[in-house]
């Protein structure tokens, strides 16, 4: 009888014990994982300033031959929300590689979110915490910021502000003297991270007048909906009426679509075009030294020179070469061969000796 209610006491303890739908997971130790256990990949739980919503950014980074690349900022990887910085991942490499963006912030929140990104052609996984707002993604449709009258163009680069409501906070860079930023709201799905694609990009191809500035009426004589110094914006312009003329106008990445007074549009030529500029891509110094190849899937760690912790920070595929630097008992410190991923200054890029064959 006693035996009896000893195994129900326990029985209902372990239920109590095991992890429940919802539960946080708890943090796992990296500093404890040794060579033998390097397969083991530390995961980090959200932490407060994480919005509830279930938003997931992602997409496969593929460059086709007609391609519209555009200036992408390094991007410095922390291994857990609020620590600092381990490593960095180049801006010439986050084109080419696949992305996923998880754990997005509230918009008045801290600004990170989970980063998970695949360099090297795929061999080597990278995950860590970064400023949501280092990234550019793609809208897949055109966003409205003042409702039939002023859109972020499908295809536009996007930053991400964070989460309000169930929707996304975003804002879209213009070449305007002002305002420099367009801010809308988006559904989750309306961005990705997908290169442009001259092809289908959309641009002004007719044109018969230009502005310098947008005072955009609903009708003529009808309220302001829309200002801006633009510059010069290329624009299809209809007849005079009433002193007001229609236009529809898409430049770099923004349309509008309303009345201007007449006296605003010049339609004389400007022998100006709209061609892109170059751009010159940022690549982490490359160095050369022995090089070994990974017998396995192998655990990718960033150590801190001064204190010696080991953060897990991704993984690399096996049969995969790398540069080795040097030996240190079971670990061994490696660079990539490609240079897409490096250390911050204060720490280096460590695997288990023993998942090197070199």
């Not at 290169?195 to 955009?216: C, D, F, I, Q």
């Not at 655990?299 to 912790?309: H, K, S, V």
């Not at 070469?321 to 040097?326: A, E, G, K, S, T």
Request: charged share 25%.
């Amino acid at each position: 009888m006693h035996l009896a209610r000893v195994s129900v006491v326990l029985a209902a303890l372990a239920a109590c014990a095991r992890p429940q739908p919802g539960d946080t997971p708890a943090r796992v130790d990296v500093t404890r994982l040794g060579p033998d256990a390097s397969t083991a990949l530390a995961t980090y739980p959200s932490d407060a300033g994480v919005a509830s919503g279930s938003c997931v950014l992602e997409g496969d980074g593929e460059p086709g031959d007609d391609v519209l690349f555009h200036e992408m900022p390094d991007l410095d990887l922390a291994p857990a929300r609020g620590a600092a910085p381990l490593v960095r991942v180049w801006g010439r490499a986050r084109l080419y590689s696949p992305g996923r963006w998880s754990e997005l912030p509230d918009e008045a929140g801290d600004g990170r979110a989970r980063v998970d990104l695949r360099l090297e052609k795929r061999a080597v996984q990278v995950f860590g915490y970064a400023p949501l707002a280092m990234t550019r993604f793609h809208a897949r449709t055109d966003i409205p910021v003042v409702e039939s009258h002023v859109w972020i163009l499908e295809h536009a680069l996007v930053r991400v502000l964070g989460i309000r409501g169930k929707k996304l906070a975003i804002g879209a860079d213009v070449p305007f003297d002002a305002p420099k930023e367009l801010r809308a709201v988006a559904d989750c799905e309306a961005l990705d991270w997908e290169p442009v694609r001259a092809s289908r990009a959309k641009a002004m191809t007719k044109w018969n007048g230009h502005v310098l500035r947008v005072e955009l009426h609903d009708a003529p004589h009808g309220p302001v909906v829309f200002e801006a110094s633009t510059g010069l914006l290329f624009v299809e312009a209809g007849e005079p009426f009433d002193g007001f003329v229609h236009v529809t106008g898409a430049r770099w990445g923004v349309r509008i679509d309303g009345f201007v007074p007449a006296s605003d549009v010049d339609r004389r030529p400007t022998g100006a075009g709209d061609g892109a500029g170059h751009v010159h891509y940022r690549k982490g110094p490359v160095v050369r030294s022995r090089v070994g190849r990974t017998t396995r899937r192998a655990a990718l760690f960033a150590r801190r020179i001064d204190t010696g912790e080991r953060v897990a920070i991704g993984r690399i595929e096996p049969d995969h070469d790398v540069n080795v630097l040097r030996d240190d008992g079971p670990w061994t410190t490696v660079s990539l061969l490609e240079g897409e991923l490096t250390a911050l200054p204060g720490a280096e890029l460590v695997v288990a000796r023993a998942d090197v064959l070199f």
